[in-house]
């Protein structure tokens, strides 16, 4: 997941002096791989809003809850408004609005679509309100609508409120490889590197570790893997109460809400530098220690977001001597939480591993935007270097807000992360083998240095160590993205490959596949493609006793909705579905589906075999539904669905050869399976009334299936037919047979008992009734014969047929009319 | 005693009658005044044996002249008051050719087939086989083998569904429905030397709450190519063409970073849309097809990481490639116009028919 941060412009300019509009600067950041999602203004919409001072303040003559105050907005700009506020005090700065500014309706309900209002001049309780003064909701600047926004003394009165208030905030979408630009310094350092502009050097005084004093704090690390560095501050004569204005402004444009002045800075410090902090009044700390161990099996912890955890043996956790203090960067808990009456402050700036507090944040749920701020920036890797630097500018900023005194500090660091900083060894003509673009040498070192590098150049060779924060640059091809991005991906020119081309393999099945989906479409039928993953309520749904056609699927732990949770082991029940919601609002469907089923293995991967499904229902003209005036038209009958067998025989050259078997499923009398290897291959038929009736569907449903690649493997050898040169000749044959005798009895013995020379069969009729008696029918066929010596004669045919009639007499028990 | 002359004569009034005759009744009488057995022309003919020797053979040459000429015209004539006939009738047959047709039963194909189609197709021009793999897949090809090992980052950006097996499962080894077509790269390369070029289609899931552009199954492809000598240039250069194919045109190509941890350096490609030009708006407002931002986004792409060469066995210092990839279905709502990815999956006809 991309994270989304929220970065104040002004915050930005206070580390790199760049005058670029926030358009040109959001889109050199988008053009060398930082996305901004969204360009946010502040107080665009204040038109005729001033800095004003309360000159003074009278009762209203004719209400008690309402105040007449005199506002001054600049040199002799003068007016009297009606406010019903209460917070307001003689010489206050506040927001002044003047009549035709834009605000927001702070009556409209809270919660709902923000309601902009044009102010006008009006009389309350029959006095002229001239303009008012306003909250910070009426501005868009947050919820607060409790009292007038009191604005900061020192702002000059009579000025836009635009120019003093006014912020532009870039949206970011981070990816997890940047987690230096998770900071506005590291945003920064962006800027610095694509304007060519000095990053700031930050005032911050440094502080010296290993200056504490054991006895009131000590630090130990346990898992020096899961926890490769931990700096503490040990602060005493804190004043907890609320931050200064700019701080507090500062934390709602990045979207965090203040609390006090010292979970503030650990804020203010998390999006200045990306490093989040924790703070625990130390006196709840028993054995004065904290200590960053694995949690043991049964323990617990109350943490901040008011839940009771039972923690998984083996989670990191913050600890004191005797019980857990915290979720290790991801969650602190409430036995050691700063309180108004804290005085004495222990603050953490620590490096975590990132998959373990990835996989520990998911696990409770906590990484998600809602979740763990700490935890969502630990699951990067945050540069080991920035504890001690985070550490410094948080004291740094309660020295000065909270009257903190800083009494030591400590700075555990077992494997010596704060000495490795990997360089990277490369060769100017890698920047040519990546990008396949010449740069020179010297704007390839430019740009590295414009990011911060530091670059070694010995002939052709480039060993370049990153800035400390940039945690992501570990072999050439990254370095090589460092150059391409400040150059621009632009410079990349635009070729054609050269080399040699592959051999490529042959896709028998596929090509198979792809060949029937074609035929399909010719045979007027519709593709669908249905949802892989389905209901496993519709397997028990497609016999009408609920005997599953196919085997227990593999399902999905996590799945999105039921409907979705099983992988399907059948087409049949998608095609049903979708024929079912069609049939709603049309007489007839002609429907196909080609994908694969997903068969359970033993050990390994399941078989995903392609299969494909036809259906046929209702009427199988494409009429719309009332057009009759042609003729009521066709319904679907078993005939078209062996139809559509037919042609893919021919086309395909599938040969449906086999013991035919009724289809599961299916009409026993109107279908036919034909199984190979113990599996069903192929099989049609009339759809199970019952099963119809239970899918809404109509009595003529008809279906067939079959494996892709068993009906491939069985495919016969096939080859043009040439036209030809002598003229065919026929007979007409009507035989009366038992009713339980086959058409295709029939055909198989007359092909047998004329090896040669027969060309076609066709059924000219097929009769019961009192001409033939009961329990009897009538087949007449028409043979087409053809010889490819010469013209048949009367004699040829003669003899053909006397051979055809003794073989049905003497087969079929037939009677030849 | 008729002449040559009386003949000439006989032929003008003849014909004039043939001429005059309105129908098919009035020719025949003509004929039969003319032609018939005691027509006039006969009789002139049968008058030939009472001429002189001399006479006999010019006048008799003169009548049969005579005799041939009024039969063209007679079939001529016949020929004219037919088809004036003919016409007369047509002209009382008017069909309503408004009335509403027979109508065919048409088959189509899914546009998803037909964009998978036409991916492979144009990716098979630059030399690109069309390979498929598993939709079910283990966590190893999934993401280890793609730098994305437990707990990195990037797999919260693939909202994974996982997969139980009904016949019991290995703990050790989850098993996955594939998150994107990238776990095909890993097997390609295990079973085949370079040069490679590949393109894969096929189903991808992901946990994703659907809406107009998300669905929890959906379609992508992936493009594939290891060789000695393939740059980011290369890649450029086949996705150029892959987008003149695909969306016609002379197209403005936006190449800029982006993050795979699979590739290194990653890309994100985009054209100036094909239907605002890359201006954003239409004659009805801001562009739908490009959200009026003027570029439609093609595919994610990067240099194959060395990390990954190295796990199948590849040198690095020898082999290098390229992988891109993007959704069909948002091809396909492209090509189509198709304004919401979930009517893929309706297998609503009244779609399909004209999608
Ligand atoms: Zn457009």
Request: charged share 10%.
């Given at each position: 997941m991309r994270v989304l941060i929220k970065v104040p412009l002004s915050w930005v300019r206070e580390h790199v002096d760049v005058t670029a509009t926030a358009a040109e600067l959001a889109q050199a950041l988008h053009m060398s791989g930082t996305e901004v999602a969204r360009v946010e203004h502040v107080g665009d919409a204040w038109e005729q809003v001033w800095v004003g001072r309360i000159a003074a303040l009278a009762p209203h003559p004719n209400a008690d809850k309402l105040t007449l105050a005199t506002v001054e907005y600049g040199a002799g700009r003068v007016k009297t408004v009606v406010t019903g506020a209460t917070n307001l005090t003689v010489g206050a700065v506040v927001p002044y609005a003047a009549s035709g500014a834009r605000l927001r309706d702070?009556?409209?309900?809270?919660?709902g679509e923000p309601v902009w209002i044009t102010l006008e001049p009006r009389k309350l309780r029959g006095v002229q309100s001239e303009g008012m003064v306003c909250s910070a909701l009426e501005l868009g600047l947050g919820a607060d609508h409790d009292g007038i926004l009191v604005l900061d003394p020192g702002l000059p009165v009579g000025a836009p409120l635009a120019d003093v208030l006014g912020e532009t905030i870039l949206h970011l979408e981070l990816?997890?490889?940047?987690?230096?630009?998770?900071g506005v310094r590291g945003i920064a350092g962006e800027v610095s590197a694509l304007y060519r502009l000095p990053l700031r050097a930050t005032a911050l005084e440094p502080i010296s570790f290993g200056t504490l004093d054991p006895s009131l704090l000590s630090v130990r690390i346990e898992d020096a893997a899961a926890c490769p560095r931990f700096t503490a501050a040990y602060l005493e004569d804190v004043r907890i109460g609320p931050s200064p204005r700019w701080l507090q402004e500062r934390l709602t444009a990045a979207g965090m809400r203040p609390i006090d002045i010292v979970v503030d800075v650990t804020n203010y410090v998390m999006l200045e530098l990306g490093q989040p902090l924790h703070a625990y009044d130390a006196t709840k700390l028993r054995g004065r220690m904290l200590v960053a161990r694995r949690a043991q099996s049964g323990e617990t912890l109350r943490t901040l977001d008011d839940a009771e955890r039972t923690l998984d043996p083996g989670v990191l956790v913050i600890a004191d001597a005797e019980r857990p203090l915290g979720l290790a960067g991801i969650l602190g808990g409430e036995d050691s939480e700063i309180v108004p009456t804290t005085t004495t402050v222990a603050l953490e700036a620590a490096s975590f591993e990132p998959r373990g507090i990835g996989t520990t944040a998911a696990a409770l749920g906590?990484?998600?935007?809602?979740?763990s701020a700490a935890a969502r920036r630990f699951a990067w890797s945050l540069s080991t270097a920035l504890p001690p630097v985070a550490l410094a500018r948080a004291v740094g900023l309660l020295r000065e807000h909270a009257g903190a005194r800083l009494v030591g500090a400590i700075d555990v660091d077992p494997s010596g992360a704060s000495e490795r900083r990997a360089a990277v060894t490369l060769r100017f003509s890698d920047v040519l083998r990546v990008l396949g673009v010449a740069i020179p040498d010297a704007e390839i070192t430019d740009a590295l240095l414009r990011l911060g590098f530091t670059v070694l150049v010995s002939g052709e060779r480039l060993t370049v160590t990153a800035p400390a924060i940039r945690t992501d640059i570990a072999i050439a091809e990254d370095v090589v993205e460092e150059v391409a991005r400040i150059v621009g991906y632009d410079r990349i020119p635009t070729r054609s490959p050269s080399g040699t081309l592959p051999v490529h393999e042959a896709h028998p099945v596929e090509e198979f596949r792809e060949r029937a989906r074609d035929v399909l479409v010719e045979c007027g039928l519709q593709e669908i493609v249905s949802a892989s993953l389905i209901d496993p309520a519709w397997l028990a749904l497609l016999t009408a006793d609920g005997t599953p056609i196919a085997p227990s699927p593999l399902v999905v732990r996590n799945p999105t909705s039921t409907d979705r949770s099983v992988l399907r082991t059948t087409l049949r029940a998608s095609i049903l579905d979708a024929a079912r919601r069609n049939l709603k609002h049309r007489p007839g469907v002609a429907l196909f589906e080609i994908a694969p089923i997903y068969l359970p293995r033993h050990g390994q991967l399941p078989d995903e075999r392609p299969m494909c499904a036809i259906l046929l229902a209702g009427a199988a003209g494409p009429v719309i539904a009332g057009e009759t005036y042609l003729g009521a038209g066709r319904a679907f009958d078993l005939h078209d669905i062996q139809g559509v067998l037919d042609a893919l025989g021919r086309t395909l050259r599938i040969s449906g050869q086999g013991e035919p078997e009724a289809g599961p499923g299916l009409h026993p009398g109107r279908s036919r399976a034909i199984r190979s290897d113990g599996r069903i291959v192929l099989l049609f038929g009339q759809l199970d009334p019952r099963v119809a009736l239970r899918w809404d569907l109509p009595e003529n449903t008809f279906l067939m299936e079959f494996d892709v690649r068993m009906v491939h493997a069985d495919v016969g050898a096939g080859g043009a037919a040439v036209p030809p040169r002598f003229p065919e000749a026929y007979r007409d044959v009507a035989c009366v047979v038992e009713d339980k005798i086959l058409y295709g009895d029939l055909v198989r013995e007359i092909r047998a008992s004329q090896k040669s020379g027969l060309e076609q069969v066709a059924l000219l009729d097929l009769y019961r009734g009192p001409q033939v008696g009961p329990g009897k029918k009538s087949f007449a066929v028409r043979l087409t014969f053809r010889s490819a010596e010469g013209t048949l004669t009367d004699a040829d045919l003669d003899r053909a047929l006397s051979r055809i009639a003794g073989r049905l007499r003497h087969a079929l028990g037939a009677e030849i009319r | 005693m008729a002449n040559v002359t009386d003949l000439m004569i006989m032929r003008e009034q003849a014909l004039a009658a043939v001429q005059g005759a309105p129908d098919v009744a009035e020719l025949e009488a003509v004929r039969v005044r003319?032609?018939?057995?005691?027509g006039l022309l006969t009789a002139a003919l049968r008058s030939v044996a009472a001429l002189p020797i001399e006479e006999r053979r010019a006048f008799g040459a003169a009548a049969n002249q005579v005799k041939a000429d009024l039969e063209l015209a007679l079939d001529q004539g016949s020929a004219r008051v037919r088809g004036a006939a003919t016409l007369a009738q047509f002209a009382s047959e008017q069909a309503d050719l408004s009335l509403p047709p027979r109508r065919l039963r048409l088959g189509r194909l899914h546009p998803i087939s037909r964009t998978i189609r036409e991916v492979s197709r144009i990716l098979a021009t630059m030399g690109f086989e069309t390979v498929e793999g598993p939709e079910v897949e283990s966590d190893y090809y999934n993401f280890e083998a793609l730098n994305i090992p437990r707990g990195h980052p990037a797999r919260d950006k693939f909202n994974t569904l996982w997969v139980s097996d009904p016949l019991g499962d290995d703990p050790e080894r989850p098993v996955l429905l594939r998150t994107h077509t990238s776990p095909m790269q890993i097997r390609v390369m295990e079973s085949r030397r370079p040069p490679i070029r590949v393109c894969v289609p096929g189903r991808c899931y992901r946990f994703e709450a659907t809406d107009a552009t998300h669905e929890s199954v959906f379609f992508q492809y992936e493009g594939l190519a290891i060789d000695e000598q393939l740059s980011m240039a290369d890649l450029k250069g086949v996705l150029y063409s892959f987008a003149r194919q695909l969306f016609g045109g002379e197209r403005k190509v936006k190449f800029r970073p982006d993050y795979f941890p699979f590739t290194e350096p990653s890309a994100e490609i985009a054209f100036d849309c094909f239907v605002c030009n890359g201006g954003g708006r239409t004659n009805s407002g801001a562009c739908r097809t490009c959200g009026g931002s003027g570029w439609i986004e093609a595919a994610g792409c990067g240099m194959v990481h060395p990390a990954a060469l190295r796990r199948v066995g590849y040198d690095p210092e020898r082999h290098q490639g390229f992988a891109f990839g993007g959704g069909i279905e948002r091809l396909a709502m492209l090509l189509t116009g198709t304004p919401d990815i979930r009517l893929f999956q309706t297998n609503d006809l009244r779609f399909l028919e004209t999608a």
């Open positions: 702070g009556h409209a309900p809270a919660g990816q997890p490889n940047r987690p230096d630009c998770l906590l990484q998600s935007s809602s979740g | 003319w032609l018939g057995r005691s």
